[in-house]
C-alpha cells in the first residue's frame, strides 16, 4: 500500500509545460541508465535492489545481536560518521520517545542509544568517556575502510575503555563491527579478536547504506520492526520504478527540484513540522549533497525545523533573495491526540482553540506557511506521508534515494563517488603526518 504521495500543486505555478516536457526526457534517460547499469558509478548500485535481495541469515543474526545487547548493555554506542550513521539515527529519532533517553530502562525498553565517532571534539569524547566509565555498555562501530579518521579515534578509545572495564575477553563481547566483507582495517581487526561482524555490501555506498546492517542493527537495539521498513521500501522499489514520470511521484519530483534548478533555484530546504524528522533532514543533506555537490553543479540542501525555524529563517525563506525552493514533509495522521485545555480566566486569550488537537494547530500554521511561501515566490512540493509507520518510512528512503540517484545522472554527475571529501582527508592527514617530523 502507497504510503507517500506527492502534491504539485505549490510548484507547477513557476513551470511550464515545456519545461515539464523537456525535463522528463531527461529522467526518463536517467531511468534507463540506472535500469542498464552504464551510467558513471554503475558499480555502486547494490542499494536499488538491497530491500528485495535481502539476507535472511543475517538478519536473523541481527536480531540476536540485538537480543544479546539489550541484555548485556546500559548504553549502546553506535560509533560512525556521514551515512554510517544518520541513516540509523534518523530512523531512530522518528520511532523512539522524544525523551528516551532521559526514561527509565523499564519505560524505554532498550538501552539507551548515543552516536559518537561523528566528530573531533576533545569536549564531546572526554564527557561521552567519563558518561560511560560507570555504565554497562557496548559498541558498533561502523566505517567501511575502517580509516576514517573520526570514528577511528573513538573507537580506539572506547576499545581501551571496554578492555580496562570488562578484560580484554569479556569486551570483545561487546564491540560489534560493521564494515567490508572482505578486507580492511576493521574487518582484519573483527577476524582476529572474533568480534561479531555484519557486512557492508561492496556495492553500496555509506549514505545508501542505512538498509543494511549499517542502519538495521542500531534499529533492532531499539526495538524497531526493520523489516517493517525493507517491506517499504521493497513496495517503493516497484512503485517508483516506472518510467512513465505521470505515474510515478518519485520521478516526477526529480523532474521538478531540475526544472528549478536551471531556473536558478539552486538551494533546497527540506521542511518538516515534526522535530523528530530532524536527523531524517540531515540524512537528506548528506544523501544530496554528496551526490550531486560535485564538477561545480549540484543543488544545495539545506533544512528546517518549522514552526521554530520559521521564527529565525522564516523571514529570508520569505523575503530573502529568490533563488530557493523547498520540499515539506507532511505527516497526515498524528496520533498524540493531545488537546488544547479550557481555563476559566482565559489569561492567554486562547478559549477560541480550547479543545483543538495540538496537532491541528500544528496543521493550520502549515497551511498558511505553505500560502505565504508560495506567494513570496517560493515553489513548494509537499511529499504528504500517510503516517509514521515503519512501511511507510522504508518508502520514503528510498523515494529519496532513487530520486537522488536520477537527479545525479540528469545534472550529468556520478551520484555515487564523493572526491571532495577525500580532498579535505588528504590535506588533513598530512598536516597531522607532518607534525610528526
Same mark, same amino acid.
Given at each position: 500500500?502507497?504510503?507517500?504521495?506527492?502534491?504539485?500543486?505549490?510548484?507547477?505555478?513557476?513551470?511550464?509545460?515545456?519545461?515539464?516536457?523537456?525535463?522528463?526526457?531527461?529522467?526518463?534517460?536517467?531511468?534507463?541508465?540506472?535500469?542498464?547499469?552504464?551510467?558513471?558509478?554503475?558499480?555502486?548500485?547494490?542499494?536499488?535492489?538491497?530491500?528485495?535481495?535481502?539476507?535472511?541469515?543475517?538478519?536473523?543474526?541481527?536480531?540476536?545481536?540485538?537480543?544479546?545487547?539489550?541484555?548485556?548493555?546500559?548504553?549502546?554506542?553506535?560509533?560512525?560518521?556521514?551515512?554510517?550513521?544518520?541513516?540509523?539515527?534518523?530512523?531512530?529519532?522518528?520511532?523512539?520517545?522524544?525523551?528516551?533517553?532521559?526514561?527509565?530502562?523499564?519505560?524505554?525498553?532498550?538501552?539507551?542509544?548515543?552516536?559518537?565517532?561523528?566528530?573531533?571534539?576533545?569536549?564531546?569524547?572526554?564527557?561521552?568517556?567519563?558518561?560511560?566509565?560507570?555504565?554497562?555498555?557496548?559498541?558498533?562501530?561502523?566505517?567501511?575502510?575502517?580509516?576514517?579518521?573520526?570514528?577511528?579515534?573513538?573507537?580506539?578509545?572506547?576499545?581501551?575503555?571496554?578492555?580496562?572495564?570488562?578484560?580484554?575477553?569479556?569486551?570483545?563481547?561487546?564491540?560489534?563491527?560493521?564494515?567490508?566483507?572482505?578486507?580492511?582495517?576493521?574487518?582484519?581487526?573483527?577476524?582476529?579478536?572474533?568480534?561479531?561482524?555484519?557486512?557492508?555490501?561492496?556495492?553500496?555506498?555509506?549514505?545508501?547504506?542505512?538498509?543494511?546492517?549499517?542502519?538495521?542493527?542500531?534499529?533492532?537495539?531499539?526495538?524497531?520492526?526493520?523489516?517493517?521498513?525493507?517491506?517499504?521500501?521493497?513496495?517503493?522499489?516497484?512503485?517508483?520504478?516506472?518510467?512513465?514520470?505521470?505515474?510515478?511521484?518519485?520521478?516526477?519530483?526529480?523532474?521538478?527540484? @531540475?526544472? *528549478?534548478?536551471? #531556473? /536558478?533555484? !539552486?538551494?533546497?530546504?527540506?521542511?518538516? &513540522?515534526?522535530?523528530?524528522?530532524?536527523?531524517? +533532514?540531515?540524512?537528506?543533506?548528506?544523501?544530496?549533497?554528496?551526490?550531486?555537490?560535485?564538477?561545480?553543479?549540484?543543488?544545495?540542501?539545506?533544512?528546517?525545523?518549522?514552526?521554530?525555524?520559521?521564527?529565525?529563517?522564516?523571514?529570508?525563506?520569505?523575503?530573502?533573495?529568490?533563488?530557493?525552493?523547498?520540499?515539506?514533509?507532511?505527516?497526515?495522521?498524528?496520533?498524540?491526540?493531545?488537546?488544547?485545555?479550557?481555563?476559566?480566566?482565559?489569561?492567554?486569550?486562547? @478559549?477560541? *482553540?480550547?479543545? #483543538? /488537537?495540538? !496537532?491541528?494547530?500544528?496543521?493550520?500554521? &502549515?497551511?498558511?506557511?505553505?500560502?505565504?511561501? +508560495?506567494?513570496?515566490?517560493?515553489?513548494?512540493?509537499?511529499?504528504?506521508?500517510?503516517?509514521?509507520?515503519?512501511?511507510?518510512?522504508?518508502?520514503?528512503?528510498?523515494?529519496?534515494?532513487?530520486?537522488?540517484?536520477?537527479?545525479?545522472?540528469?545534472?550529468?554527475?556520478?551520484?555515487?563517488?564523493?572526491?571532495?571529501?577525500?580532498?579535505?582527508?588528504?590535506?588533513?592527514?598530512?598536516?597531522?603526518?607532518?607534525?610528526?617530523?
Amino acid at each position: 500500500m502507497q504510503g507517500i504521495f506527492l502534491d504539485d500543486e505549490g510548484v507547477k505555478p513557476f513551470i511550464t509545460e515545456e519545461e515539464y516536457a523537456k525535463m522528463c526526457k531527461k529522467v526518463e534517460k536517467a531511468h534507463d541508465m540506472l535500469e542498464k547499469k552504464n551510467g558513471k558509478g554503475s558499480d555502486m548500485l547494490g542499494w536499488l535492489d538491497l530491500p528485495a535481495n535481502r539476507d535472511e541469515a543475517e538478519i536473523e543474526r541481527i536480531k540476536k545481536c540485538a537480543e544479546r545487547i539489550n541484555k548485556q548493555a546500559d548504553v549502546f554506542v553506535v560509533i560512525g560518521i556521514g551515512g554510517s550513521y544518520l541513516g540509523a539515527k534518523a530512523v531512530i529519532d522518528l520511532f523512539d520517545n522524544t525523551f528516551s533517553n532521559l526514561q527509565s530502562y523499564s519505560e524505554r525498553k532498550h538501552p539507551q542509544i548515543l552516536f559518537a565517532g561523528n566528530n573531533l571534539s576533545g569536549k564531546y569524547l572526554r564527557n561521552l568517556v567519563e558518561f560511560l566509565e560507570d555504565k554497562d555498555f557496548a559498541i558498533n562501530v561502523v566505517s567501511k575502510s575502517g580509516s576514517t579518521l573520526e570514528p577511528a579515534v573513538t573507537f580506539r578509545t572506547l576499545k581501551l575503555l571496554l578492555e580496562k572495564k570488562y578484560g580484554n575477553v569479556l569486551a570483545a563481547t561487546r564491540i560489534y563491527v560493521t564494515t567490508d566483507p572482505e578486507k580492511g582495517i576493521l574487518h582484519d581487526l573483527a577476524v582476529k579478536n572474533e568480534y561479531e561482524m555484519f557486512k557492508i555490501p561492496r556495492d553500496v555506498g555509506g549514505r545508501y547504506s542505512v538498509l543494511t546492517a549499517v542502519g538495521l542493527l542500531p534499529m533492532a537495539v531499539a526495538n524497531i520492526n526493520f523489516e517493517d521498513i525493507l517491506d517499504g521500501a521493497q513496495f517503493a522499489s516497484f512503485v517508483f520504478n516506472n518510467r512513465d514520470v505521470s505515474n510515478n511521484d518519485c520521478y516526477k519530483y526529480a523532474v521538478y527540484r @531540475n526544472i *528549478l534548478r536551471e #531556473k /536558478e533555484k !539552486d538551494i533546497e530546504i527540506l521542511a518538516s &513540522y515534526e522535530p523528530s524528522f530532524q536527523y531524517f +533532514i540531515e540524512w537528506f543533506k548528506q544523501l544530496f549533497g554528496e551526490s550531486e555537490g560535485k564538477d561545480g553543479k549540484g543543488i544545495f540542501p539545506a533544512g528546517v525545523n518549522f514552526t521554530t525555524d520559521l521564527h529565525s529563517m522564516g523571514q529570508l525563506i520569505q523575503d530573502g533573495k529568490r533563488n530557493i525552493f523547498e520540499t515539506v514533509i507532511n505527516v497526515q495522521v498524528d496520533r498524540s491526540l493531545i488537546y488544547l485545555p479550557e481555563i476559566e480566566d482565559n489569561f492567554d486569550n486562547l @478559549n477560541y *482553540l480550547a479543545g #483543538k /488537537e495540538i !496537532d491541528y494547530i500544528n496543521k493550520q500554521a &502549515y497551511k498558511g506557511t505553505l500560502k505565504a511561501h +508560495i506567494d513570496g515566490n517560493v515553489p513548494n512540493m509537499v511529499i504528504n506521508l500517510e503516517d509514521v509507520t515503519e512501511y511507510n518510512i522504508g518508502q520514503l528512503i528510498y523515494f529519496f534515494e532513487k530520486a537522488c540517484a536520477i537527479s545525479g545522472y540528469v545534472l550529468g554527475v556520478n551520484p555515487f563517488d564523493q572526491p571532495g571529501v577525500e580532498a579535505y582527508k588528504k590535506n588533513m592527514l598530512g598536516l597531522l603526518k607532518e607534525e610528526e617530523k
